[in-house]
Structures are given as structure tokens and as C-alpha cells.
């Protein structure tokens, strides 16, 4: 139950970085499946201030996003995980 309305907000945004499973075969735009691939930096230098080479790449050129394993629904359905490429860069305050 939330005491105060005022201060529950849906934030419109992901934030840069975030990983959320999807119920369908493909990533929305703006959003990257985890199967390795490498980024370059000059296409997404606020991605990489995030990861960094913490997955791969070679940290001049390149980095590498995340790999998931396949997952499942309940069912069996086969779900996509995927990293969003853009939206709110995360704030440690």
C-alpha cells in the first residue's frame, strides 16, 4: 500500500543498462538481446561507462554486452532477455 501517492511514480525511461525478460521472440527498439555482441564505444559511450569491458571487448574500439542463458516461461515458451540501450543513466544518489 502506498501512504504517500504523490511520491509513487512509473518511470517512463529505462534505465541504461537495465535487463528485463520479454515475453516474445524479439528486443523493442532501444533494446539489445545478451548474446555477447560487441558495441563500439563512439556508438554508445554512456552504455560503456556502465559495463565497460566488464563482459568483454577491447576497451579502445569495443565492449561486449552481457550473455544470458535461454529462459522459459512455465509453459515453456522460450522468453528474450534483453539490455536496454538508452533511457535514464542510473544515479548513485
Do not use: D
Not at 42 to 70: C, D, I, M, R, S
Request: aromatic residues 14%; positive net charge.
Amino acid at each position: 500500500m502506498c501512504l504517500n501517492p504523490q511520491t509513487a511514480r512509473a518511470q517512463v525511461e529505462p534505465f541504461i543498462a537495465q535487463i528485463a525478460t520479454f515475453g516474445f521472440n524479439f528486443c523493442p527498439n532501444g533494446w539489445a538481446p545478451l548474446n555477447g555482441q560487441l558495441i563500439p564505444i563512439n556508438q554508445n559511450q554512456a552504455l560503456f561507462a556502465l559495463l565497460g569491458t566488464y563482459y568483454g571487448g577491447n576497451g579502445t574500439t569495443n565492449f561486449a554486452l552481457p550473455t544470458a542463458k535461454p529462459i522459459f516461461s512455465a509453459t515453456g515458451f522460450p522468453l528474450t532477455q534483453c539490455i536496454a540501450l538508452f533511457g535514464v543513466f542510473p544515479s548513485r544518489n
